[in-house]
C-alpha cells in the first residue's frame, strides 16, 4: 500500500495547536470509567501468589489461530465497503481465506487444544509442540510464527514429540497411528514408520542411539532403526492400551506399562519379557506414567488408582512396602531429580509430593488450587509443575515452597519440556498456546 503524504496529516505552521479531528469525524463515543484505569506504576499484572508471579516471554499461538506459517496474500472480493482513493484506510492487513475461521466454527469444541511439547536437548531455542488439530509445528523462541515449520502428514491429534539424544531427528506420534521422523538438521520431509494399526501413546529415543520406541493403542510395543527405517522390534505382551514406557538410561532395558496394570521389564534386542509385575502389591488400575531412576535400577509408576510403586528392574519386586500411599486421585506424572535419591509425584488431588526415595520418607507436599498433570525437574533442587488452573509452579525441592507462579494460559497444562542446558521453561496449554518461562536462576 502506498504510503500517505505526511503533507495530508501535519500543518507545518500549526504544528502545536492543530486539531486533526472536527466533530463530524466521530463515529462513537466510548466513556470510561478512571476507577478501572490502571496507575502508571500499577504492577499488579506482575504480582502472582505464592513465591510472586511471572510472565512468559514468548507465546506461540499457530494452533489457537488455526494459521499456516506461511505468507499471506491478498484476496479480492467483488464488494467493496470503504474507498481505497479516501481515507478509510489505516492499515492494510493481507489474509489469507483458508485460514479465516467459518461462522459456525465451534472453538469451544478443544480442536486447538495442545497435547504435547518437547525442546531440543542440544538447541536451547528449538522447541516443538503437537496439537489436537491434527497439527505440529517446528519453531524457534523468539521467530516470527511464520517461520515455523509445519510438521504435515498427521490426520488426527499429534500427542507424542521426542528428539533424539543428538538433536538431529525428530519425532512426532498421533493418535491415528501414524508416527514420522523429521531430520531437524537437514532435510525436514518426515520419514513415515510402518507399524502401529492404533493410536500412539508415547515415543522414546534411545539415549545413545537413532534407535525409536513407540507404546501404541493396539497393546504393542514398536521398535525402529530410523536412520534405514527398519522395524527393529514388536514387543508382545499387554493385553491393553501401553500408557507409559521407555529406555532405561543406559540403554540396556526397555519398561513398559499398561492399563492393564502391568509393568514389563523386557530385552531391546531378543525381545523377550524379563519380567511381569502386577498383583496385590502392585496398582489395580492401569498405569499412567513412569520413570526410571539415573542408574537404572529403580523403576517409578504411578496409577489411575492413586497408587505409586518402585519395582527393582533387576528382580521385577515391588520395593516400596506402600510407603507412597499418600494419593486420592489418579497419578498423572511422575519424576526421578537427576543427581539425588528423590522423585516427585503429581496427581488429580491437587497434590505434588516429593519423596525421598532412598529412605521412603516423604520431604514436602506441594499443594495446588486444581490437579497436578504434568511436572519437569530443573537439576536437583527445584521441581516445575503444570496444573488445571493455567498455571505453573516452580517448587523448591528442600523447602517444599513455591518459589515462582508463571501465567499466561486461560487453561489447563498439558505437557511442560525444559530446554537444553536449562534455560527456559515452555508449557503447552489446553487453550492452544505454548508458552515460554525463563528459569535460568533455577537450576
Not at 497439527?135 to 524457534?140: A, C, E, M, N, V
Request: charged share 25%.
Amino acid at each position: 500500500m502506498r504510503a500517505p503524504d505526511s503533507s495530508a496529516l501535519y500543518d507545518d505552521e500549526d504544528d502545536n495547536n492543530g486539531v486533526f479531528l472536527d466533530e463530524s469525524d466521530i463515529i462513537d463515543e466510548v466513556f470510561v470509567d478512571s476507577e478501572v484505569l490502571p496507575d502508571a506504576d500499577d504492577s499488579s499484572e506482575s504480582e502472582g501468589e505464592e513465591g510472586g508471579g511471572g510472565h512468559f516471554i514468548h507465546k506461540f499461538t499457530a494452533h489457537a489461530r488455526g494459521l499456516n506459517p506461511v505468507a499471506c496474500s491478498p484476496t479480492v472480493t467483488d464488494e467493496v465497503f470503504v474507498d481505497e482513493s479516501q481515507s478509510d484506510i489505516m492499515h492494510g492487513v493481507c489474509t489469507d481465506t483458508e485460514d479465516l475461521p467459518n461462522a459456525d466454527d465451534d472453538s469451544e469444541d478443544g480442536s486447538c487444544e495442545l497435547c504435547s511439547v518437547a525442546c531440543s536437548p542440544t538447541d536451547a531455542t528449538i522447541v516443538a509442540t503437537g496439537g489436537r488439530d491434527e497439527r505440529g509445528f517446528l519453531w524457534k523462541i523468539g521467530q516470527e510464527e511464520d517461520q515455523a515449520y509445519e510438521l504435515h502428514g498427521h490426520e488426527d491429534s499429534v500427542a507424542s514429540l521426542a528428539f533424539s539424544y543428538d538433536g538431529q531427528l525428530l519425532a512426532s506420534g498421533s493418535i491415528d497411528g501414524i508416527i514420522k521422523v523429521w531430520d531437524v538438521s537437514g532435510n525436514l520431509e518426515g520419514k513415515k514408520l510402518e507399524g502401529p494399526g492404533e493410536g500412539i501413546e508415547w515415543l522414546r529415543w534411545h539415549p545413545r542411539g537413532h534407535i525409536l520406541l513407540a507404546g501404541s493403542k493396539d497393546s504393542l510395543i514398536w521398535m525402529w532403526n530410523t536412520d534405514k527405517s527398519t522395524l527393529l522390534n514388536t514387543f508382545i505382551g499387554h493385553s491393553q492400551s501401553v500408557t507409559c514406557g521407555d529406555f532405561t538410561p543406559d540403554g540396556k532395558i526397555i519398561c513398559t506399562g499398561s492399563d492393564d496394570a502391568t509393568l514389563r521389564v523386557w530385552n531391546p534386542k531378543s525381545g523377550e519379557n524379563i519380567h511381569v509385575v502386577r498383583g496385590h502389591q502392585y496398582h489395580s488400575g492401569g498405569l499412567t506414567c513412569l520413570t526410571i531412576n539415573s542408574t537404572s535400577t529403580l523403576a517409578l509408576t504411578g496409577s489411575i488408582d492413586g497408587s505409586v510403586h518402585i519395582v527393582n528392574i533387576t528382580t521385577g519386586r515391588v520395593v516400596d512396602n506402600n510407603a507412597l500411599a499418600s494419593h486420592s486421585n489418579s497419578i498423572e506424572c511422575v519424576g526421578f531429580a537427576p543427581s539425588v535419591p528423590w522423585a516427585a509425584v503429581g496427581c488429580l488431588d491437587k497434590k505434588l509430593i516429593i519423596w525421598d526415595i532412598e529412605h521412603l520418607l516423604l520431604r514436602g507436599t506441594c499443594e495446588h488450587e486444581d490437579g497436578v498433570t504434568c511436572l519437569a525437574w530443573l537439576g536437583a533442587s527445584y521441581v516445575a509443575t503444570g496444573c488445571m488452573d493455567g498455571k505453573v509452579r516452580l517448587w523448591d525441592s528442600r523447602s517444599g515452597e513455591c518459589v515462582k507462579t508463571f501465567e499466561g494460559h486461560d487453561d489447563g497444562i498439558a505437557s511442560l519440556s525444559v530446554s537444553a542446558y536449562g534455560s527456559y521453561l515452555v508449557s503447552a496449554s489446553f487453550d492452544g498456546t505454548a508458552c515460554v518461562f525463563e528459569v535460568e536462576n533455577f537450576r
